[in-house]
């Protein structure tokens, strides 16, 4: 029985290799037992709660399990999420929340109620360079820092890439193959044509040396399709992101057009900023100048960007971050361009609050830190 109710789903979501590996309590345990340094034997011990193989409010839980009071949640990701204590945060809320339903518990009660200590641990094995452990925490992503923390939620990240982790490695074979088969597949991609062709030759070879070759071999069609998926999902993933990067930036460009327009600076001016600071063509700086006075969206000033499907509700976080990467540069040339237009900085503050539903500490920071980039650049030069 799940510790959790039904939610919301989405039963599209196709499995991946780590979750498929791992979703079987014999080897789960074996990780387990390699990551906390216990011997547990009993794979019966194990209770898994994965929330069903779904997609719950948008976000995927790969696999949860109990074992000896411990609940743990396990994901693997080969793209970057900072925001994964806000994630495990969510499932194990929903997970501890079945627990006390099926267990009857009475929260109101004077008696304290007693609950599976969470342990949540990412294990990446993306290109990005991370430490091979290190924490990340909930409190990371609060907007006001307090002498003291109220809620607190950390997650541990495992960097699983072939050659690191090698004493975790060695204690699950398990996990040691799954690197290697992985590292084969990203060293073939990089030098075949073929992304099939490449998977089937790092199978191959890992078949020939016994790693992951009882799967390999039993689950092979399986297998291919799983990593063709991931890999398409991460292209898409980056699609995303150049795609919203350049819409954020486009909304810092027009955000500079529409208050240059505002203080009367000539449209020769503009159009010169445009160029220098966004490395634009002078045809693109004027159409952009012109949509803006006729206060129109055109239909192509962004790189064109072909890419229609459907974007899946667990990959937004990598849209939004784009977006908000892309939009903050547009407001720090903003800030520079005003600058040296000699703008009062108490305009640019206003400016900033009015056009960007910026708060006023967030817009005094904006102002400060380009200052100070400014400064450092001038220095440079002398």
């Given at each position: 029985?799940?510790?959790?109710?039904?939610?919301?789903?989405?039963?599209?979501?196709?499995?991946?290799?780590?979750?498929?590996?791992?979703?079987?309590?014999?080897?789960?345990?074996?990780?387990?037992?390699?990551?906390?340094?216990?011997?547990?034997?009993?794979?019966?011990?194990?209770?898994?709660?994965?929330?069903?193989?779904?997609?719950?409010?948008?976000?995927?839980?790969?696999?949860?399990?109990?074992?000896?009071?411990?609940?743990?949640?396990?994901?693997?990701?080969?793209?970057?999420?900072?925001?994964?204590?806000?994630?495990?945060?969510?499932?194990?809320?929903?997970?501890?929340?079945?627990?006390?339903?099926?267990?009857?518990?009475?929260?109101?009660?004077?008696?304290?109620?007693?609950?599976?200590?969470?342990?949540?641990?990412?294990?990446?094995?993306?290109?990005?360079?991370?430490?091979?452990?290190?924490?990340?925490?909930?409190?990371?992503?609060?907007?006001?820092?307090?002498?003291?923390?109220?809620?607190?939620?950390?997650?541990?990240?495992?960097?699983?890439?072939?050659?690191?982790?090698?004493?975790?490695?060695?204690?699950?074979?398990?996990?040691?193959?799954?690197?290697?088969?992985?590292?084969?597949?990203r060293s073939y991609v990089a030098?075949?044509?073929?992304?099939?062709?490449?998977?089937?030759?790092?199978?191959?070879?890992?078949?020939?040396?016994?790693v992951l070759s009882d799967i390999?071999?039993?689950?092979?069609?399986?297998?291919?399709?799983?990593?063709?998926?991931?890999?398409?999902?991460?292209?898409?993933?980056?699609?995303?992101?150049?795609?919203?990067?350049?819409?954020?930036?486009?909304?810092?460009?027009?955000?500079?057009?529409?208050?240059?327009?505002?203080?009367?600076?000539?449209?020769?001016?503009?159009?010169?900023k445009l160029e220098e600071k966004?490395?634009?063509?002078?045809?693109?700086?004027?159409?952009?100048?012109?949509?803006?006075?006729?206060?129109?969206?055109?239909?192509?000033?962004?790189?064109?960007?072909?890419?229609?499907?459907?974007?899946?509700?667990?990959?937004?976080?990598?849209?939004?971050?784009?977006?908000?990467?892309?939009?903050?540069?547009?407001?720090?040339?903003?800030?520079?361009?005003?600058?040296?237009?000699?703008?009062?900085?108490?305009?640019?503050?206003?400016?900033?609050?009015?056009?960007?539903?910026?708060?006023?500490?967030?817009?005094?920071?904006?102002?400060?830190?380009?200052?100070?980039?400014?400064?450092?650049?001038?220095?440079?030069?002398?």
């Amino acid at each position: 029985m799940n510790m959790t109710g039904q939610p919301r789903v989405n039963r599209s979501y196709k499995d991946r290799l780590f979750r498929f590996i791992f979703n079987d309590k014999k080897e789960l345990l074996a990780l387990y037992n390699a990551l906390n340094d216990t011997n547990y034997t009993n794979s019966e011990e194990i209770t898994i709660n994965t929330l069903d193989n779904i997609i719950y409010m948008g976000m995927k839980n790969d696999i949860s399990f109990l074992v000896s009071g411990v609940l743990n949640l396990y994901e693997h990701q080969s793209t970057w999420n900072p925001n994964m204590p806000y994630r495990n945060l969510i499932y194990t809320v929903d997970l501890l929340k079945g627990f006390v339903e099926q267990h009857h518990m009475d929260v109101y009660g004077s008696v304290p109620i007693k609950l599976p200590t969470p342990q949540a641990v990412v294990f990446f094995n993306g290109e990005k360079d991370v430490p091979e452990r290190s924490f990340i925490r909930l409190s990371d992503s609060f907007k006001i820092e307090l002498d003291e923390t109220y809620l607190e939620f950390k997650t541990l990240v495992l960097n699983i890439n072939y050659g690191k982790n090698k004493q975790l490695m060695g204690k699950c074979k398990r996990l040691k193959d799954y690197a290697m088969f992985v590292g084969r597949v990203r060293s073939y991609v990089a030098k075949m044509d073929s992304l099939e062709k490449a998977v089937d030759r790092a199978m191959n070879e890992c078949i020939e040396k016994g790693v992951l070759s009882d799967i390999l071999r039993k689950h092979r069609g399986e297998v291919l399709d799983m990593i063709l998926t991931e890999y398409d999902e991460q292209a898409h993933i980056a699609n995303e992101k150049r795609w919203s990067f350049e819409e954020g930036l486009d909304t810092g460009i027009r955000k500079f057009i529409e208050i240059a327009l505002e203080e009367d600076m000539k449209e020769e001016t503009i159009i010169r900023k445009l160029e220098e600071k966004f490395s634009m063509q002078s045809s693109r700086a004027k159409r952009y100048l012109e949509t803006v006075k006729d206060r129109e969206v055109p239909d192509m000033i962004l790189p064109e960007y072909d890419e229609q499907a459907h974007i899946a509700n667990e990959k937004r976080w990598s849209f939004e971050e784009g977006e908000r990467t892309g939009l903050d540069i547009g407001i720090r040339k903003f800030i520079e361009i005003v600058l040296e237009e000699d703008m009062k900085e108490e305009t640019i503050i206003r400016k900033l609050e009015e056009k960007f539903s910026m708060e006023s500490v967030k817009a005094k920071e904006y102002l400060e830190t380009v200052k100070e980039q400014v400064r450092k650049e001038k220095d440079k030069l002398k």
